[in-house]
């Protein structure tokens, strides 16, 4: 009797954790829409969305959750976000001629203050800095000189939105201030205020998605004044010591900033400094959480030597093949690309040339797209003739994610037992090795 007790308790709390997000968004049939929810220093994808023919689509959120849930609709650059309180949202928007989002009905209560809110924030930080500045161009007897002090003394006597009510809204906006005062000002001081930051955020911090943006306001104040490369790259070493320091490796908001500066250094080439890191976090004798695993294990196998793991196809490819090892060739050449990329616009003809000498070799190549456009997408394979796929979710490629990849091109030159022999960004590192 217990025990059905205590089960009928937990599918209570389950139950009463489902919340439904869902949006009805004018001029938007018939279309995509990804949603994904905020950790501390990534997102994590909810699913990949259609519209119906009112524009209309609905996710069940199936745990509780306070934090951010975020929408990416024509591209995967601009989103827009949402707060959530573990409460239904049911918003109602319209694409407009900019194809921005214009919020008619902002979903529930904390949204609809929360959008009080950026709107509060704009006219003082943005619009009444430009008025006054505009006021200096107009005379007392113009006939547009009082409509314009009356806006004027509008703004300066606004009140800022009660937000009481909801404490993880507060503690947002202090966070989203925060980050918009250290992206502003890359003083050393700002350091300091993004470690005791790190340091005492409480759990909402996990949920928010703030962190990367932290980090990277702490990696460019680490580089304040400096005027060569290798100033540069030795005040980011020296700062991400003092960081790590300073939060402890072995808590597990430590390890969480480790991962993520690792894979930040990654994605911006800083290979030599990320190895470093890398190295650190391989040497630690405390438990070491999930997420850190999972960074050392992913830099760890992807590795020239190693055995490229077997990713699944989105589709099968020339209707035979589901996954990269089904591919039998002597050589295969994996490129991971997207047709938004420049430089992979600039590889790809050189790409072409080769696959003419690669095939006769026994070779093949594999194009895994991280697109987010589908007809971008298709336009540009049209005239690729090896095998192409794409899952169409921009960096929440499964590509991406399973093979490490944080820049494009990124080229893998495999032997016929899928190890790993080369990986660069470019076709002329590998055009020499083919036998």
Not at 291 to 299: A, Q
Request: hydrophobic share 35%; glycine share 4%.
């Amino acid at each position: 009797m217990k025990k059905i007790l205590i089960l009928s308790l937990l599918i209570s709390s389950l139950l009463q954790a489902q919340f439904t997000f869902k949006g009805t968004i004018n001029n938007y049939p018939n279309q995509r829409v990804v949603v994904k929810i905020a950790k501390a220093f990534d997102e994590f994808l909810i699913g990949n969305y259609t519209t119906d023919t009112s524009g209309s689509f609905s996710v069940s959120i199936k745990e509780k959750y306070i934090g951010i849930i975020s929408i990416s609709l024509l591209d995967a650059v601009k989103t827009y976000s949402f707060i959530s309180d573990n409460t239904p949202i049911s918003f109602i928007a319209t694409l407009n001629q900019d194809n921005n989002l214009v919020l008619n009905s902002p979903g529930n209560e904390v949204n609809r203050i929360y959008q009080e809110y950026q709107i509060y924030s704009t006219k003082k930080d943005a619009v009444l800095p430009q008025l006054q500045s505009i006021q200096n161009f107009y005379k007392s007897t113009d006939v547009f000189y009082m409509p314009l002090i009356k806006e004027i003394s509008s703004i300066i006597t606004l009140k800022e939105p009660d937000t009481s009510a909801y404490p993880f809204l507060t503690y947002y906006i202090s966070a989203e201030n925060m980050i918009k005062s250290t992206e502003a000002d890359d003083s050393s001081k700002n350091m300091n205020i993004i470690i005791d930051y790190l340091k005492n955020a409480g759990e909402e911090f996990e949920t928010f998605g703030i962190g990367r943006s932290l980090l990277l306001n702490y990696l460019r104040a680490t580089t304040a004044n400096t005027s060569t490369q290798q100033q540069w790259e030795s005040n980011v070493d020296t700062g991400i010591q003092k960081l790590m320091d300073e939060v402890g490796e072995d808590t597990s908001r430590g390890q969480e900033v480790l991962s993520a500066t690792i894979n930040l250094l990654n994605a911006y080439g800083f290979t030599k400094l990320a190895n470093k890191f890398l190295s650190r976090a391989e040497t630690l004798t405390c438990e070491i959480s999930p997420d850190l695993k999972e960074t050392i294990n992913k830099n760890n196998t992807i590795k020239e030597g190693k055995l490229i793991p077997n990713v699944t196809f989105t589709h099968k490819l020339n209707g035979k093949y589901s996954s990269l090892y089904d591919v039998k060739a002597k050589y295969k050449l994996i490129m991971v690309w997207a047709s938004w990329c420049s430089h992979c616009q600039q590889e790809l003809p050189y790409v072409k040339q080769f696959y003419e000498n690669f095939k006769k070799a026994g070779g093949e190549i594999v194009g895994l797209s991280t697109d987010f456009d589908k007809e971008s997408y298709e336009n540009v394979i049209k005239d690729l003739p090896w095998l192409n796929d794409s899952d169409l979710l921009y960096w929440d490629s499964k590509f991406a994610k399973k093979l490490n990849v944080t820049g494009t091109p990124t080229l893998f030159l495999v032997d016929q037992n899928n190890k790993i022999l080369k990986i660069s960004a470019k076709i002329s590192d590998i055009n020499n090795l083919i036998k």
